[in-house]
């Protein structure tokens, strides 16, 4: 299934970090980003999951950005991805 989130970023440096960190170390196999921007001041953010549930997706996401940003979850769905 694919899961939206959208971060509102409190802190742009530890969110960018943080993220940085977890895409070098790699993603669990049970998901993938697809998709994930963000706006040009670093204080939203989009991503589009492919995960279990969303709450698989959730879990990690917190773990990862959860001190730097308030998240909202969503399920989606997504026309044109594989």
Known sequence: MYVGVIH????????????????????????????????PDHTTGICIWQGESVDAVRELV????GPFSTNEYLELEVHGLP
Not at 12 to 36: C, R, T, Y
């Open 8 to 39: 509102h970023i409190s802190d742009p440096a530890g969110f960018q970090n943080a993220e940085d960190k977890a895409l070098e170390q790699g993603l669990p196999a049970h998901v993938q980003l697809p998709i994930h921007a963000a706006t």
């Open 62 to 65: 917190e773990s990862v950005v």
